[in-house]
Structures are given as structure tokens and as C-alpha cells.
């Protein structure tokens, strides 16, 4: 079993940054493809970025190639979103997942955080 907690997120203007952190409890935490999703109301949960157990492959939702970066500390059983250059149709609710295993998905996460509300206002 995993536990996720999200953090970081606020309220930005357009062009701004936020850097988004997910906690993870448990010892096997680089064992785990990460995760970020994001949803706005009335709208399926959309994939964001994934990257593998070491860190050292990501993929990114066309969306946001370029401006958002995830990243991973094992040490600190913690994995990041570093989204810059935000837009207002960035604003949702991220949220990071957890999947057993080393193919980076964009789907079939077995363990999900609750969420942290990113605002970007124009």
C-alpha cells in the first residue's frame, strides 16, 4: 500500500511558475512509476508527465512539453512538477499516482493522491 499527499499548489498568474511535491509513504518508493494527472470539473482526468523508478525516463503530455518538468528525489520517497510558463487552461487539480512496476504508462495507476488545486488567472 502506498499513501500519496500532494502540495504546492496556489493561485499564479499566466507566465508564472509552481512547483507541485507528492509525498509517498512506504520503503519501495523507487520501485514505482510516478505519475501527474490533472481534472477540471465536467472533464476526464487527463495525463500530465510520468517517470520511471531511477528517474531517468519521463514522457509528457504533448500539452505541456517544454514548460512542465517531473522530477524525483528517492532518498526523500518525494516526486515533483515543475510547471513554469502556466497558462489559465493549465488551472485544474493535479493529481500524482503510482504504479507498480518499470513501463512508464499513462494509464492503469494503482495508487492516487487527493489532489492540490493549480489556479492561473490571466
Known amino acids: 500500500q502506498v499513501q500519496l499527499v500532494e502540495s504546492g499548489g496556489g493561485l499564479v498568474q499566466a507566465g508564472g511558475s509552481l512547483r507541485l511535491s507528492c509525498a509517498a509513504s512506504g520503503r519501495t518508493f523507487g520501485s514505482y512509476v510516478m505519475g501527474w494527472f490533472r481534472q477540471t470539473p465536467g472533464k476526464e482526468r487527463e495525463f500530465v508527465s510520468t517517470i520511471s523508478g531511477s528517474g531517468g525516463r519521463t514522457i509528457y503530455a504533448d500539452s505541456v512539453t517544454g514548460r512542465f518538468t517531473t522530477s524525483r528525489d528517492n532518498a526523500k520517497n518525494t516526486v515533483y512538477l515543475q510547471m513554469n510558463s502556466l497558462k489559465p487552461e493549465d488551472t485544474a487539480v493535479y493529481y500524482c499516482?503510482?504504479?507498480?512496476?518499470?513501463?512508464?504508462?499513462?494509464?492503469?495507476?494503482?495508487?492516487w493522491g487527493q489532489g492540490t488545486q493549480v489556479t492561473v488567472s490571466s
Open positions: 499516482a503510482a504504479a507498480g512496476g518499470t513501463v512508464l504508462r499513462t494509464t492503469g495507476y494503482d495508487y
